[in-house]
């Protein structure tokens, strides 16, 4: 009977890859490895940053178009007026007190972004003066905003519409608004000045 003749070549060869097998991953290769991993991150990372600061930046124009939903509320409650301020320093909380019979969620309005309300000391620049209704080209009056220091790559900051719609403003140009009056239906060419008597601001 004849026995198949097996090469002791073909068990070394076996044998070297059983032992090759068994001793794992060599510096090299391990060193290969992480390179590849250490590129893959460093292409990554910034694309999960600039991911972050998308979502940051939508969960702030979410809240903005929340105060709208409120400030709108609460115009229709008041005459077309907004709430009023009486200490320009407290000029945020004193708004969100007013707004907060509004909301379902109380703790909600804690939670919504900081804004630089326009609450300014010169009664045709303030919210305290006019009402929502009487405003001309609402489309391109900012009625509140994020703080300067709000400032983004683009040197602009998110702002608040008296329409409801959510832009952005550079720092100049929304300084500008602010010291501006506000265009108000009945206000002659160069009147600043309302009667604070004609805008009823009950809260």
């Known amino acids: ?6 090469s002791t070549s073909s068990y070394s060869v076996i044998g070297s890859q059983l032992t ?3 001793r794992g ?3 090299t290769e391990l060193l290969v490895t992480m390179s590849i991993i250490a590129l893959l991150l460093g292409l990554l990372l910034p694309r999960v940053g600039l991911v972050r600061n998308e979502a940051d ?3 702030k124009g979410r ?15 008041h005459q077309g007026a907004f709430p009023k301020v009486t200490d320009l320093a407290e ?4 708004v969100r007190k007013a707004l907060e019979p509004y909301l379902k969620d109380r703790k909600l309005i804690s939670r919504l972004s900081p804004v630089g309300w326009r609450y300014t000391i010169e009664p045709g620049s303030s919210l305290n003066f006019v009402k929502l209704d009487q405003i001309l080209n609402p489309g391109s009056v900012p009625i509140a905003g994020e703080p300067f220091a709000g400032l983004d790559a683009t040197g602009t900051v998110l702002v608040l519409f008296a329409d409801g719609h959510v832009g952005r403003m550079t720092q ?3 300084s500008k608004a602010l ?5 108000v239906a009945g206000r002659t060419t160069g009147q600043t000045r309302i009667d604070v008597n004609d805008v009823e601001c009950s809260q």
Request: charged share 20%; no cysteine.
């Open 1 to 6: 009977m004849n026995r198949p003749v097996t």
């Open 25 to 27: 991953f060599t510096l």
């Open 179 to 183: 010291m501006s009056p506000i265009p």
């Open 63 to 77: 809240d903005f178009q929340t105060w709208y939903s409120l400030l709108l509320m609460y115009t229709q409650d």
């Open 172 to 174: 100049e140009e929304l």
């Open 91 to 94: 000029a945020d909380q004193q």
């Open 57 to 59: 930046k939508l969960k």
């Open 20 to 22: 090759q097998s068994a």
